[in-house]
Nanobody, 125 residues
Framework: QALLVESGGDLVQPGGSLRLACTASGITLDYDAVGWFRQVPGKEREGVSC????????TYADSVKGRFTISRDNAKGTVYLQMNSLKPEDTAIYSCAAAITYAVGHCHPDYFETWGQGTLVAVSS
């Protein structure tokens, strides 16, 4: 079973930047896509951004378009989420997940099978 580990979460001021990393370790399957999701207490987990491992097709939530960028380094088994112009409403637990099969646009938690533990991003002055 693949293990996904997130890193990079931190406390940052509004307008600041962070880069999250999702690294796969252990015995890995040929995942079709990796996504970043976030959740705040009392709300459903939402898709932030997803990327196809093969052709790097990307999907972004409307709330992060133009501010966040997802990328992958297949050789390192790592997917990154560069987050710029952070806002207080971006505060959440960010988790990465992997999908064995993926269709572009299906950046939703229900389509992803393997999950990391999450990392906290807090945006506050």
């Amino acid at each position: 079973q693949a293990l996904l580990v997130e890193s990079g979460g931190d406390l940052v001021q509004p307008g600041g930047s962070l880069r999250l990393a999702c690294t796969a370790s252990g015995i890995t399957l040929d995942y079709d896509a990796v996504g970043w999701f976030r959740q705040v207490p009392g709300k459903e987990r939402e898709g932030v951004s997803c990327i196809s491992v093969g052709d790097a097709d990307t999907t972004y939530a409307d709330s992060v378009k133009g501010r966040f960028t997802i990328s992958r380094d297949n050789a390192k088994g790592t997917v990154y989420l560069q987050m710029n112009s952070l806002k207080p409403e971006d505060t959440a637990i960010y988790s990465c997940a992997a999908a064995i099969t993926y269709a572009v646009g299906h950046c939703h938690p229900d389509y992803f099978e393997t999950w990391g533990q999450g990392t906290l991003v807090a945006v506050s002055s």
